[in-house]
T-cell receptor
Framework: SQQGEEDPQALSIQEGENATMNCSYK?????LQWYRQNSGRGLVHLIL?????REKHSGRLRVTLDTSKKSSSLLITASRAADTASYFC????????????FGIGTKLQVIP | DTEVTQTPKHLVMGMTNKKSLKCEQH?????MYWYKQKAKKPPELMFV???????INESVPSRFSPECPNSSLLNLHLHALQPEDSALYLC??????????????FGEGSRLTVL
């Protein structure tokens, strides 16, 4: 079964706005990662946050992790049409650190 | 070289055929993964190899047979598949960091259609 559950499942915003996606998970983790997937393509790693970290930044991306609530959020600032994609959180730790399982994902549409 | 290469990109096979999907990476990663992804769903973990040994099998039916002949190659042998096995099959690799998981590098996938 999937570890993570993303919220919302679909998000449509105007270019220039910020997009926030949330992920909740069920069991303890070592790391949480966020990936992006353009339609029908492979996944691209965006950012990894370790269980002892609370916040991480990479360019226009900001990820937070709250292990007490078993949740994470991904913020994309100043969105662009090229950010249109599906975004997945991925967690390990359930059944072994290499068992990386993906949440259901958020489909983001950025309207030019 | 930060690429994971999957072949073929597309595969159509009948239920009695035997075919293989191939995955190659030259990043020195010692963990390799197979995922299956149905349309509008997240990737589902199938198998993990660590140091060329099968470390995780997510109760995948035996009609899927993985093989890791060396540290750069990962195969998925397919036999007697069902139409519901039609999906995008994704290969990934990562470094092995003791007790931790690193970034997964994914290939573009092999889109399989079973008739």
């Amino acid at each position: 079964s999937q570890q993570g559950e993303e919220d919302p499942q679909a998000l449509s915003i105007q270019e220039g706005e910020n997009a926030t996606m949330n992920c909740s998970y069920k069991t303890s983790i070592n790391n949480l990662q966020w990936y992006r997937q353009n339609s029908g393509r492979g996944l691209v790693h965006l950012i990894l946050i370790r269980s002892n970290e609370r916040e991480k930044h990479s360019g226009r991306l900001r990820v937070t992790l709250d292990t007490s609530k078993k949740s994470s959020s991904l913020l994309i600032t100043a969105s662009r049409a090229a950010d249109t994609a599906s975004y997945f959180c991925a967690t390990d730790g359930s059944g072994g650190y290499q068992k990386v399982t993906f949440g259901i994902g958020t489909k983001l549409q950025v309207i030019p | 070289d930060t690429e994971v290469t999957q072949t073929p990109k597309h595969l159509v096979m009948g239920m009695t055929n035997k075919k293989s999907l191939k995955c190659e990476q030259h990043m020195g990663h010692r963990a390799m993964y197979w995922y299956k992804q149905k349309a509008k769903k997240p990737p589902e973990l199938m198998f993990v190899y660590s140091y060329e040994k099968l470390s995780i099998n997510e109760s995948v039916p035996s009609r899927f047979s993985p093989e890791c002949p060396n540290s750069s190659l990962l195969n998925l042998h397919l036999h007697a598949l069902q139409p519901e096995d039609s999906a995008l099959y994704l290969c990934a690799s990562s470094q092995i960091i003791t007790g931790n998981t690193g970034e997964l590098f994914f290939g573009e996938g092999s889109r399989l259609t079973v008739l």
